[in-house]
């Protein structure tokens, strides 16, 4: 007996069965009309006639009701067919009466899907899970090098096989071309529906500072900052652990990001000398080659290509301009650019050059070599960019699909019929940096071989449309329900259920409940944190051993203090703001306002005031009695990771993910010293108790030991093999704790430099440390889920653990710190408010 398979089809949001042996061929059948008929004008490819460019995506098609499901004589689409209407006439083939037969067959069925587009639906925690299990899979060497890409909001959204396919191929594509690594790296699936994607930071030559870039402008981070998924953040030392791979490529293929990748120089000059060219020596030794002609495709103007060798491959530049007369017309002027009445003046021009694994870079200049984001669209245009501008990277890209654009000279033959309107020796040089055609055709083939066979290794099959185009462009795109829905982290009936429950949200998002209704991505950026925070499903709160909560934070905590007495408490948030709180009720007792960006550490002085330093890189001193700024400390250019202020009052360290710790005047607000720049960032600092010495570590897992009277180092503790987040000196000063990312909890001897003890405290990172009340027992705590406890008490006599203090199953903390009593814990997780902990004796 033949078997069966189901798979799901959605009319109008709601699921119906289909056999999956006839819904296939139907499917199949129905793409092949429809790519065969009508993909020449609506699709993202096509000309996108009447703003319609998504024939081929099923999803859409139903969701903007172009198609009802289960309705062909009410679909739009089907009415079009059916009358003759579509394709327009004249337009040959047709679709002949079997084809229009098929569709009808095919939306009656429920406009189903091909078997390899029905995917289950992910959330965003169980993805998180997914990349929790698959980076506790790697080495713990290697996990700080590991970051994710997700595609599962287009599969959420039901997207076509077809264009899931293209997603990645787009993402491999764009992290290869933003890579100098002389070897192509493929991302690697994490889940069979190949919908999570990990890749190696080294794998591009990039570094936890490069990637960081994405932090202050990814507009999702509402889906890092909560759930299961900020557990990643200990284990990679990264911000952000993963991102959505379509907001990725749509973002990065353009400046800011695509400058800031590649590391692309500001002048024309500087790539020349990266690459190994000399432009002005090759065009006195005739080391060159060149193309002028009329009709470039980008441009009304004439244009100049010219080819140099450089360190892998070619350097190709064009030399554009915006008029055809006086010295912008080649033909009367085609040499140059030099100085003089002969030489063409051009208004500036793209640069395509190889990187080392073979793919192609873009560098947009101006006339006088100044690097650009944006073209004149006065020289060229790009019809598919939303404002017609030629833009950096991504223009390129959709350009180049296949490489360099073959073109013929007009110059040399032009040249030679008019050989007497030109100096003999113009001739010449014309002759000899205009080579003939063959030749010219020739360097081409090469220089396209060498990026083809690049792209081939990417996995990019040379008969598909440009996928980072095809990706930016879906991108960019007016959304609706299904992907709104599927993008906030719900079904499409979810979504309209809460969203009538909503009014504030419903002027924004309304137009999603109309039929074909839509919303611009601008505006569901703009959003989408709201959105989410009110239409996603509150976490289950379980606890144990904890006290009341304390609440009045509408966004992450990031970072907690107790006062030197523990009677209270402040923290600094998400929301950009601190606040003071008694600890004995819970009550919040003060407000600071005055970050422009989350709040990323907070300290006490000995006298009560408030310390704050956050993304906005500044650092700021609050009066709590009078609820003032009193002042703050500028001169960071990252964000400030940590601040403590000296144990006398007079002093404040504050360290940055721009390498540097630096040392401040309380009194004058100035900067009184900044210590050696750290590669990749100072995460914690800590002053001894007699103030006489300070320690502070970071990104490299070295703990420096510094005078703090002399500005002398000390002593080098090494150790710790990934970064460190938590440093506390003992009473009498003598031993140090700290904790880091790999998973340790170390304790060492501040006068000799030498670990005393290494426990192997949590599965996670361990944020915190402190002695315990008798000086002996010290504890640590990791932000993983699973069998790791929260906190745990150890011996500091013999390096065994005493006990684990747990909460309820699965809870997190992102954020701890201790008493100085070490009677207490104030932690914060996925949710916006503290918890306080009692520890037992």
Not at 322 to 344: K, M, V, Y
Request: charged share 25%; proline share 5%; net charge neutral.
């Amino acid at each position: 007996m033949k078997s069966i398979v189901c798979v799901l089809s959605f009319c109008a949001g709601w699921p119906t069965l289909v056999q999956a042996t006839d819904a296939d061929t139907l499917a199949t059948k129905a793409q092949t009309v429809l790519k065969t008929h009508c993909s020449r004008c609506h699709t993202t490819d096509g000309k996108a006639k009447g703003g319609f460019d998504f024939v081929l995506d099923r999803t859409k098609l139903v969701a903007r009701g172009k198609i009802v499901a289960g309705q062909p004589d009410e679909s739009e689409l089907y009415q079009r067919v059916r009358d003759d209407a579509m394709p327009p006439k004249g337009v040959q083939p047709r679709i002949d009466a079997d084809d229009r037969a098929l569709l009808k067959q095919w939306i009656e069925a429920g406009a189903p899907t091909d078997a390899e587009s029905v995917h289950s639906f992910l959330s965003e925690d169980a993805a998180a899970q997914l990349i929790l299990d698959d980076l506790k899979a790697l080495e713990h060497t290697e996990r700080r090098f590991a970051r994710y890409f997700t595609l599962f909001n287009l599969s959420n959204a039901g997207v076509e096989a077809d264009t899931l396919q293209t997603a990645r191929h787009g993402l491999a594509k764009l992290l290869n071309s933003l890579s100098w690594h002389p070897r192509i790296a493929r991302p690697v699936a994490v889940n069979a529906e190949q919908t999570i994607y990990r890749i190696d930071l080294r794998s591009y030559k990039w570094t936890a500072r490069t990637w960081e870039r994405l932090a202050p402008v990814y507009p999702y981070r509402i889906a890092v900052e909560s759930g299961a998924s900020k557990a990643l953040t200990a284990a990679t030392g990264a911000e952000l652990p993963y991102v959505r791979a379509d907001w990725f490529i749509a973002t990065a293929s353009r400046p800011p990001l695509y400058h800031d990748f590649l590391q692309l120089p500001e002048r024309d000059k500087a790539i020349e000398r990266q690459l190994g060219v000399d432009v002005a020596d090759d065009l006195r030794e005739n080391n060159l080659a060149r193309a002028g002609f009329n009709g470039s495709g980008v441009s009304k103007n004439n244009r100049v290509i010219e080819r140099h060798d450089a360190n892998w491959g070619a350097y190709w530049r064009t030399y554009d301009f915006s008029d055809n007369t006086d010295r912008q017309n080649i033909f009367e002027h085609p040499l140059g650019p030099t100085p003089g009445q002969n030489g063409f003046l051009h208004a500036g021009g793209e640069i395509i050059f190889h990187l080392p694994n073979g793919l192609q870079a873009y560098l947009l200049v101006d006339a006088d070599g100044r690097r650009l984001d944006k073209a004149s669209s006065e020289i060229v245009s790009d019809p598919k960019r939303p404002d017609r501008q030629v833009e950096n990277g991504i223009s390129c890209m959709t350009c180049h699909v296949r490489g360099l654009l073959p073109k013929a000279d007009q110059v040399r033959v032009h040249v030679a019929k008019n050989a007497t309107a030109f100096a003999g020796e113009e001739v010449q040089k014309i002759r000899a940096l205009y080579p003939p055609d063959a030749k010219l055709r020739a360097l081409m083939k090469d220089d396209t071989d060498r990026f083809v066979q690049a792209l081939t290794r990417v996995g990019v099959p040379a008969d598909e449309p440009e996928p980072v185009s095809m990706v930016t462009q879906r991108y960019e795109g007016t959304l609706d329900l299904v992907t709104a829905s599927a993008e906030i982290g719900l079904t499409a009936e979810e979504f309209s259920v809460r969203l009538r429950k909503s009014p504030a949200l419903a002027r924004s998002l309304g137009p999603l409940l109309v039929k074909g209704g839509t919303v611009q991505r601008s505006a569901f950026q703009g959003i989408f944190e709201d959105a989410a925070k009110s239409l996603r499903p509150k976490p289950v709160d379980l606890t144990a051993n904890v006290l009341q909560p304390f609440t009045g934070h509408s966004d992450t905590v990031l970072s907690i203090a107790f006062a030197a007495d523990g009677s209270k408490a402040v923290s600094g948030s998400l929301d950009k703001t601190v606040r003071l709180w008694n600890v004995a009720n819970g009550k919040e007792l003060r407000t600071f306002e005055g970050h422009s960006d989350a709040v990323t550490s907070v300290a006490f002085t000995p006298e009560g005031r408030v310390l704050s330093g956050g993304r906005d890189r500044t650092v700021r001193l609050w009066d709590p009695v009078a609820c003032k700024e009193l002042g703050k400390f500028t001169g960071h250019t990252d964000t400030v990771r940590c601040v403590v202020c000296s144990p006398d009052g007079k002093r404040v360290l504050s360290g940055s993910m721009d390498g540097t710790l630096r040392l401040w005047d309380i009194q004058t607000f100035k900067e009184a010293y900044t210590f050696p720049r750290q590669e990749g960032g100072v995460y914690c600092a800590a002053f001894a108790p007699d103030g006489k010495r300070f320690a502070f570590a970071g990104h490299d897992g070295g703990i420096r030991l510094w005078d703090a009277e002399d500005g002398k180092e000390l002593k080098l503790l090494k150790g710790h093999t990934r970064e460190v987040y938590t440093l506390v000196f003992s009473r009498d000063g003598k031993r140090l704790l700290s904790g880091g990312s790999d998973h340790t909890a170390r304790m060492w001897n501040t006068d000799d430099a030498k670990e005393i003890s290494c426990f192997n405290a949590h599965d996670g990172a361990v944020l915190a440390a402190a002695f315990a009340r008798d000086d002996d027992l010290l504890s640590g705590t990791s932000h993983y889920q699973g069998t790791d406890a929260p906190l745990r008490v150890w011996s500091g006599a013999t390096g065994k653990e005493r006990r684990p203090i747990r909460a309820g199953d699965g809870e997190q903390i992102f954020s701890l710190v201790f008493s100085a009593d070490g009677y207490f814990a104030l932690s914060a997780g996925a949710e916006h408010r503290l918890r306080l902990w009692k520890l037992d004796k």
